[in-house]
């Protein structure tokens, strides 16, 4: 069985290394897109590349991110171009982990008509946290209460997407499939798998993540209302110029991603939500030591990503200019097109109009034809009539003529038959007289 990753990443410099190694203890392959990343990520993607490890790295320039449309064309590629049979969607801060088996042992019982979905496990980075370890898993322990995740992600078989033509939804939460299918697929939720995980690591990465990813967000074709809430309150307080402490770091990963607004107001008070320390299992790992340093520098990232939105701003001005110039000639090409169709359309209203009186005339004309062929055919009627009824009394005629010749005829035979006897009665007479 192949299992492949599919991942989206921006500005993941302190997390990548952390992502691949421990994954690469799990998968067969790791396809990552990187949506213009501006700090060390790329680097360290390319050192990896350089040990051999079976990742794929792409380069995505479009950072106007569509998260349905590029994980789901990730999800083509992986089953595609690279025969996977399994395909685990995950962001770079989500690790596959159990508390009693290898991960893996549990994604290859996968059935092939199902699909897996499995809650996350969220990890608060606290004060005390050593920084010094560089492998995010080890480092970071403390967990948030369980209760509280609402959140899953799935991991989908090639069997599901040729025979239902699933897709990703947005965030792979969940898959997008029509209605016909839905109690032919079987999901299972309750694997003993988890994902752990760690969208905050540390104050410079929580203030990157803020700056750069909050506005790009915002900046989303597709953005559901209330999204990224738990942005607001940090980026408020970088842009009124106030420290950021990694109190407000713990307090934002407590809630993050949580619906605040919605169903969980009891947890908008982070003091209710409870840490456990709780570290993910590395009894199956091997090969995690981290090697490739990196710099976090949040200000640079989030100059890099204005640089890129002025420059687009610009490109979005010159396509502005360019269609209203296009539009105007296309008004004045209509408008001559119009003219011309104006025009005909004249030309023709005249030889239609003329064309009606023709065929006025020839109605008329028609329709005369026709009366003088009607009063011609009612006097054909009337001739035929007297001709059937001189017929009829020709026909009575020779009936009668046919019966006096048949009673003469008769009367003759009668006169012939006297006549023989009379003559008979004459020449006996003579024979008597004779004797």
């Given at each position: ?13 302190d ?7 421990y ?29 051999d490890?079976?990742i ?24 595609n ?48 946290d ?52 839905k ?6 939720d ?118 890129y ?6 490109v ?22 119009l ?10 209203s ?49 009936e009668?003529?046919a ?22 009665k ?10």
């Open positions: 069985m192949k299992i492949v990753s599919i991942t989206t990443i921006k500005n993941e410099a997390i990548i290394e952390s992502f691949v190694r994954h690469l203890n799990i998968v067969d392959l790791m396809i990552i897109l990187d949506n213009g990343s501006t700090d060390d990520t790329l680097n360290i993607l390319s050192q990896l590349e350089k040990e490890l079976p794929v790295v792409l380069n995505d320039e479009d950072r106007y991110f569509e998260p349905f449309i590029k994980y789901n064309y990730l999800l083509d590629m992986a089953l171009e690279h025969g996977a049979d399994v395909v685990c969607p995950l962001d770079c801060d989500e690790f596959i982990t159990s508390d009693t088996a290898h991960p893996r042992t549990i994604i290859e019982e996968i059935p092939e008509d199902s699909f897996y979905k499995v809650k996350w496990r969220t990890y608060v980075p606290v004060n005390g050593d920084e010094a370890v560089r492998f995010i898993p080890s480092r970071i322990t403390n967990v948030r209460d369980e209760n509280v995740e609402t959140d899953y992600k799935v991991i989908i078989t090639r069997d599901l997407v040729d025979r239902f033509n699933i897709k990703l939804s947005i965030g792979n939460h969940d898959i997008d499939m029509d209605n016909e299918f109690n032919k697929i079987t999901c299972f309750d694997t003993g798998l988890r994902l752990a995980h760690f969208p905050l690591r540390s104050i410079n990465q929580t203030v990157s993540k803020v700056l750069v990813g909050y506005p790009n967000t915002l900046s989303r074709k597709t953005v559901a209302k209330g999204t990224s809430f738990h942005y607001t309150v940090l980026f408020d307080k970088i842009k009124n110029d106030i420290d950021i402490s990694m109190d407000d770091v713990t307090v934002f990963a407590k809630q993050y991603s949580l619906d605040l607004e919605g169903n969980q107001q009891e947890y908008k008070n982070e003091k209710l939500i409870g840490l456990e320390n709780h570290p993910v299992n590395l009894d199956y790992m091997k090969n995690i030591e981290m090697k490739y340093p990196f710099e976090e520098n949040p200000l640079e990232n989030l100059l890099n990503n204005y640089i939105f002025a420059k687009e701003i610009n979005f001005r010159n396509d502005v200019e360019n269609y209203e110039r296009e539009i105007e000639f296309l008004k004045d090409d209509y408008g001559k097109r003219e011309g169709i104006v025009q005909k359309g004249e030309f023709h005249k030889k239609l109009a003329e064309n009606n009186i023709r065929l006025k005339e020839d109605n008329s004309r028609l329709d005369e034809t026709i009366t003088q062929l009607t009063l011609e055919n009612e006097d054909l009627i009337k001739r035929n009539s007297i001709l059937t009824k001189s017929k009829k009394a020709l026909n009575d005629d020779l009668v003529a019966s006096d010749l048949e009673r003469l005829k008769i009367e003759n035979e009668e006169l012939s038959a006297k006549l023989e006897n009379k003559s008979l004459n020449y006996l007479k003579r024979l008597l007289r004779n004797q």
